[in-house]
């Protein structure tokens, strides 16, 4: 096998991960100007090891619809927690699961997720238009979390405006630079089957995954009890995702690959809507007479709100379906 086989999958692992890493860096505002360079390749190691991992599981286990992809990435978000930002991710338990790790962290890489596939299927406008509204939601989140938590929270410094811009531009021109020229280019006849990773890249994934875990132990950063709690959701999304593969249905993926490039003019619209909400979002006075009910506690009761749902509610639907499919054929 050549570089010219092998490059076209990593080219799309490489997005998925620049992604993720806008999302949770960025979006979630982790003080990315002051990581060491040793923070960094660890960082950069661990998106592109879960980018690799999700789109491995995506077409081993066949997930094809929405909810498939809310377990998915509820796994994510969990595999996150530990590799990459454990000192963010479990400060306080349990409430750091609920509003962090499968609240706002997951949320954020659904969207971006669909801003991935909206990328992979340029074809389909409903899901450029999607993109646009996912991008007015991180706007507002962004907004709204960089304007208010620094003073309300303190549980960081405030950012200037032009440090921000700056951060945002460099964070979302890597993905659109690995986008423009390595996928376009390259990627455009990939199968989804060539994301698998062969039984070999399973073993040696082993090696950065048993790496960064002890890297977070070895600064202390991961608790015992986080990594017992991570352990049992992982297995948790594991179990949805097996109990629900069908050799007999098409995996999602297959049906946005190969690719057909999207028109960079959604992209520079995509960064229009983000500006333009984010702008009028940190911009806005602070709801007058509320000490609890303002934006930003709007924010935290929304990723509240999506972390108590999320598994359970998807847990739930997908159980409906199997119950409605069973009883369809007879077997109930």
Avoid at 46 to 52: K, P
Avoid at 74 to 96: C, E, F, M, R, Y
Avoid at 107 to 112: A, C, D, F, S, T
Avoid at 156 to 166: H, K, N
């Amino acid at each position: 096998m050549t570089l010219q086989d092998i490059f076209p999958a990593w080219a799309i692992r490489l997005l998925l991960a620049g992604l993720f890493a806008f999302g949770s860096e960025i979006i979630l505002w982790t003080q990315s100007f002051t990581h060491s360079p040793l923070e960094w390749l660890v960082r950069i190691a661990g998106y592109i090891l879960i980018a690799t991992l999700a789109l491995d599981i995506a077409q081993r286990y066949r997930i094809r619809d929405g909810y498939d992809v809310m377990v998915l990435i509820a796994g994510t978000a969990i595999l996150h927690s530990v590799l990459i930002n454990p000192a963010i991710s479990w400060q306080k338990l349990p409430d750091d699961i609920i509003t962090r790790i499968i609240g706002s962290d997951a949320l954020v890489q659904v969207i971006l997720w669909g801003v991935f596939i909206a990328w992979l299927n340029g074809k389909n406008s409903r899901y450029a238009m999607y993109q646009l509204v996912g991008a007015g939601w991180l706007g507002m989140f962004w907004g709204f979390w960089m304007r208010w938590t620094p003073e309300l929270r303190g549980t960081f410094e405030a950012v200037p405006l032009t440090q921000m811009a700056l951060i945002a531009i460099i964070g979302f021109g890597i993905p659109v630079a690995i986008y423009l020229l390595a996928v376009i280019p390259t990627a455009r006849t990939l199968e989804a089957p060539d994301l698998m990773l062969p039984r070999l890249g399973w073993a040696v994934a082993l090696i950065p995954i048993i790496l960064l875990f002890l890297y977070q132990v070895s600064t202390g950063a991961l608790t015992t009890t986080a990594l017992s709690v991570a352990i049992l959701l992982l297995t948790l999304c594991w179990l949805i995702l097996w109990l629900r593969r069908n050799d007999e249905n098409e995996p999602l993926l297959e049906g946005y690959l190969p690719m057909t490039p999207q028109n960079p003019v959604w992209i520079g619209l995509m960064v229009v809507m983000f500006t333009a909400v984010f702008f009028t979002a940190y911009t806005l006075p602070l709801i007058e007479d509320a000490a609890i009910f303002n934006q930003l506690w709007l924010m935290e009761f929304g990723s509240f709100a999506v972390g108590i749902l999320w598994l359970p509610f998807v847990s739930v639907v997908i159980a409906s379906r199997s119950i409605d499919r069973i009883m369809r054929q007879g077997d109930l």
